[in-house]
């Protein structure tokens, strides 16, 4: 038998959590966000389980694009940064792609192409209304959609911008950015989309005609604070491995690398085949929390490649062979994350091919 840390992704619960994203706004469109290979869950599994309703996905860039339509993704793709060199163009029209624009040089590479478009496509126009990465200012909206508007093969014209704390429902940032946005698109009769997950979940007034929800389909929280919406996600991935040692440890050894668990009494130590070699990460500290056919235990000594340990003094019935689960349904990602330091966005998607995907639903 093989070495045995598997990501199961639960299809069925990505597809519930996309529904649910939709929920929230009744008659607005959303955009399943797949990129970075679905936060790690599988971008051509997540399209598929969504082929037959999502009004779009959304990618990082071309490259994610081309192997969503290889796998005979047809629905609308929409290149989130747009593209990065004009020369991607002729690929974008002959895909069928729909882009982000963000900057004058693909302003003028898409105004200088814009005969050649054989295929009609959206355009979504980026302001920048507080993030400071990407995005035109803000006072150009009126200019910019007439600009787009009057090329050859635009189907439609999207005002977009992104929330820098929209996972903070009590920073005044948000409703800032909300209020340049809305001075910015007066009296312009354009649909809008400026909701990632925190967005769709606490940000009501900023749903607009299209949602974009990214995290929230794998079923993790992107907030800190409780938030009614969020407890009713499914978790979209279970990461699992097994003990492969068990071994009793004197008081006063230490164990693992840099000897930073120090047993005070004796302790029952097991040894579980993940490490980050499979993206489980190093920084994990001691106590951090994992389950044992189901049971809680913590992390005890520094996480190393291919192997963790486990304190199971509290478990003696655990033996070599048991399940391991680092998060799933019964372990957010959101509740391991602070324990490393990290986010759940960063727990799923830096997972490395080494770990076996295995999709259900
Ligand atoms: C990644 C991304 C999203 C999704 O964000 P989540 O927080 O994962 O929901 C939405 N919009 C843009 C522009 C993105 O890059």
Redesign the pocket.
């Known amino acids: 038998m093989a070495r045995n840390a598997i990501a199961t992704v639960h299809l069925d619960a990505i597809r519930h959590n996309y529904r649910l994203a939709k929920a929230q706004a009744p008659g607005a469109k959303a955009a399943a966000?797949v990129?970075a290979n679905a936060?790690g869950h599988g971008a051509v599994a997540v399209a598929r389980a969504l082929a037959n309703e999502a009004d779009a996905f959304?990618v990082?860039c071309i490259e994610e694009a081309i192997e969503l339509r290889d796998a005979g993704v047809t629905r609308p793709i929409m290149l989130?940064e747009g593209f990065f060199h004009a020369d991607e163009l002729p690929l974008i029209d002959q895909l069928g792609l729909w882009t982000v624009i963000h900057n004058d040089e693909q302003l003028k590479a898409l105004v200088a192409f814009a005969p050649r478009f054989t295929h009609s496509l959206s355009v979504w126009i980026k302001l920048d209304t507080g993030m400071h990465r990407l995005g035109f200012a803000p006072e150009r909206a009126r200019d910019l959609v007439r600009q787009i508007r009057a090329l050859p093969k635009i189907d439609d014209v999207v005002v977009?911008t992104?929330f820098a704390r929209s996972d903070e429902p009590e920073q005044a940032q948000t409703p800032e950015q909300i209020r340049r946005f809305r001075a910015a698109i007066e009296g312009l009769a354009v649909p809008v989309s400026l909701c990632?997950?925190?967005g769709v979940m606490a940000w009501p007034n900023a749903h607009g005609q299209w949602l974009?929800?990214?995290?929230?389909l794998y079923g993790a929280t992107?907030f800190m604070s409780h938030n009614a919406v969020a407890d009713e996600l499914q978790a979209g991935m279970t990461l699992t491995s097994e003990l492969i040692a068990v071994r009793d440890v004197a008081a006063g050894e230490a164990v693992g690398y840099g000897a930073t668990f120090r047993c005070e009494a004796p302790r029952r130590i097991g040894t579980v085949a993940m490490g980050y070699g499979d993206g489980y990460p190093r920084h994990a500290k001691n106590g951090t929390p994992v389950l044992v056919n189901g049971q809680r235990a913590p992390l005890a000594g520094r996480v190393s490649m291919d192997m963790l340990t486990v304190d199971l003094t509290h478990l003696p019935q655990a033996k070599v062979g048991d399940t391991v689960t680092f998060w799933g349904p019964d372990l957010p990602a959101a509740e391991v994350a602070p324990w490393c330091d990290t986010i759940p966005?960063t727990l799923v998607t830096c997972l490395t091919p080494r770990v076996k995907r295995v999709y259900q639903g």
Request: hydrophobic fraction near 40%.
């Open positions: 966000i990129k936060y959304g990082a989130l977009m992104h990632n997950s925190a974009r929800p990214g995290m929230m992107p966005y």
